[in-house]
């Protein structure tokens, strides 16, 4: 193993409190497309079309119908490696917070729990005009009669006050966060490596290519998150 993961894996054994920041690319192995790859899902739209409130609004069944593809796509993908390695890390670390900017489900049905979902999750709903948030069970429409719509924080949107403060603090307070599989291109999720750093925080960060976040990290573990992360719990955690 390099000095890199040895060391990494040194700090993650010694930290109290670890963050688990992920986004698309932890999900990428379980074959839910990411954002801005290759097989990217913008690739077929772009965000200002569909994941925001004014598309919704012009066109609603659209919107809707983009959201059902992928939850068809979801719908078929299990947790991989990665989102087990994180189960297990919680089992061995005093206190884990595990922030994710994806919408998936997948960390929880890997067995994470709880997960704070900054940008919310594909299989809630919320009514337009009452704002009751439920499972999503198939009807577009609330029994109040107005539009039910994704209960996802789309582009121009602000995230949850509460939800992204306590993200915040989690940030300020751990001893390392872990960025695994995301671009850090998002604002304010991409926020939390950073105040984890400036707070005296180490930062490792996963990714199979560099990302703006990589000259700010302790530490760059190149590699798939399903191979990278259980190698490096396993190297902190040998019993
Ligand atoms: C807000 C839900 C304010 C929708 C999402 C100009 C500059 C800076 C910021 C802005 C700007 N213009 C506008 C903004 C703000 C904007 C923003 O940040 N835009 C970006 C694109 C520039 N942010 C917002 O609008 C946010 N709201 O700011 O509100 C406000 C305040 C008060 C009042 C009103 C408003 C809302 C942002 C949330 C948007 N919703 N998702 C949906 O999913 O349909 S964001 C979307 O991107 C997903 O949630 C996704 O998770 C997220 C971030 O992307 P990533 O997760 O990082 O995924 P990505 O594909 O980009 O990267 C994958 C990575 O994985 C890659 O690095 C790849 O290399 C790696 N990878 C791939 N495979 C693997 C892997 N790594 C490891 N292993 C692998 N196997």
Redesign the pocket.
């Known amino acids: 193993m390099s000095p890199d993961r040895t060391e990494a894996a040194l700090r993650l054994r010694r930290a109290r409190h670890v963050v688990a920041f992920?986004?698309?690319?932890?999900s990428?192995?379980s074959g839910v497309p990411?954002?801005?790859?290759p097989q990217?899902?913008?690739k077929n739209y772009r965000?200002e079309d569909?994941?925001?409130p004014i598309a919704f609004e012009r066109d609603p069944e659209l919107v809707w119908e983009?959201?059902r593809w992928?939850q068809s796509i979801v719908q078929g993908c299990e947790p991989n490696a990665?989102h087990r390695a994180l189960v297990d890390l919680a089992g061995k670390v005093a206190r884990t917070s595990l922030i994710?900017?994806?919408?998936d489900g997948l960390h929880e049905r890997a067995g994470s729990s709880p997960v704070v979902e900054?940008?919310?999750n594909?299989w809630k709903t919320r009514c337009t005009k009452e704002g009751t948030v439920r499972p999503f069970q198939g009807e577009l429409r609330c029994q109040c009669g107005a539009w039910l719509r994704?209960h996802?924080?789309?582009?121009?949107?602000?995230?949850d006050r509460a939800t992204l403060e306590d993200a915040f603090q989690a940030a300020r307070t751990c001893d390392v966060l872990l960025a695994?599989?995301?671009?850090?291109?998002?604002?304010?999720?991409?926020m939390l490596p950073l105040l984890a750093r400036s707070a005296g925080g180490t930062v490792i960060e996963?990714?199979?290519?560099p990302?703006p976040l990589t000259a700010q990290a302790d530490f760059f573990l190149k590699?798939?998150?399903?191979e990278?992360l259980p190698e490096l719990v396993r190297r902190a955690f040998p019993s």
């Open positions: 992920t986004g698309a690319g932890i990428a192995e990411t954002f801005r790859g990217g899902l913008w965000p569909l994941a925001n983009w959201y992928r990665g994710t900017q994806n919408i900054l940008h919310g594909i994704p996802i924080v789309w582009f121009g949107e602000a995230l695994v599989g995301t671009s850090a291109l998002v604002a304010p999720a991409n996963v990714n199979l290519e990302t590699g798939p998150a399903g990278v």
